[in-house]
């Protein structure tokens, strides 16, 4: 089974504050942990895709963490933004079949 | 370079009727899959087909079913449909490891 566990289900932030969510999966056969960027009405965005344990990766105000062994990925959001609401979705893949998470839906407020 | 289209867009059909959606992948990708998210589900994995084989097959009655073309191309058909079936449909083009998705189907069965 590879369940894709994402925490909070959704969010609430002010502009300005930072937040984090929490993508755990099994850490049994790992390949590779995705992040992707689901804004309603568009194709999701990917962000990141990282394979090794440690990996720390980071674009703008969005960085990701990824411990392999334990099974989990942390995505932050330094100083939100109104245009980073959005849903968060993680993914684990086996060669070409992804595993989602259910999501976590942020939402800016202003 | 174009991304991954689908169409159409938005659908509505009657329950007991079928519906074919097509997806035409990014150029020189061979392997598509197909999802289905239902509101409060994640992205649920359908089939994935590559070099018009299916590869990969979730877990879904046997109404599901899918193609791909020699241009890479793929359809996915669901016959008999039920009101359950009424979901936003994604397809999603890949390479080595990373997937780009399209926008998706809006179907919605009455």
């Known amino acids: 089974i590879l369940n894709v566990e ?27 942990l995705h992040w992707y960027r689901w804004e309603t009405a568009k194709s999701p965005e990917a962000l990141f895709v990282m394979t090794l344990n440690g990996d720390e990766k980071k674009k703008g105000r969005i960085s ?7 099974g989990y990925s942390y995505l932050y959001i330094k100083g939100s933004q109104p245009e980073d609401s959005a849903t968060y979705l993680c993914a684990r893949n086996t060669g070409n079949q992804f595993y989602f998470g259910t999501g976590t839906s942020l939402t800016v407020i202003p | 370079k174009a991304g991954v289209t689908q169409t159409p867009r938005y659908l509505i059909k009657t329950r007991g009727q079928q519906v ?3 997806c035409s992948p990014i150029s020189g990708h061979r392997s598509v899959s197909w999802y289905q998210q239902t509101p409060g589900q994640g992205l649920q994995f359908l089939f994935e087909y590559f070099s018009e084989t299916q590869r990969n097959k979730g877990n879904f009655p046997g109404r599901f079913s899918g193609r791909q ?22 397809c999603a083009s890949s390479v080595d490891t990373e997937a780009f998705f399209g926008q998706g189907t809006r179907l919605t069965v009455v």
Do not use: I, W
């Open chain 1, 64 to 70: 990701a963490t990824l411990n392999t062994k334990e």
């Open chain 2, 20 to 22: 074919t959606l097509s």
């Open chain 1, 6 to 32: 994402q925490s909070p289900q959704s969010l609430h932030v002010q502009e300005g504050d930072s937040t984090n969510f929490t993508c755990s999966f099994p850490s049994s056969n790992f390949y590779a």
């Open chain 2, 69 to 90: 073309f020699s241009n890479s191309r793929s359809e996915m058909n669901v016959s008999t449909l039920e009101l359950g079936d009424s979901a936003l449909y994604l």
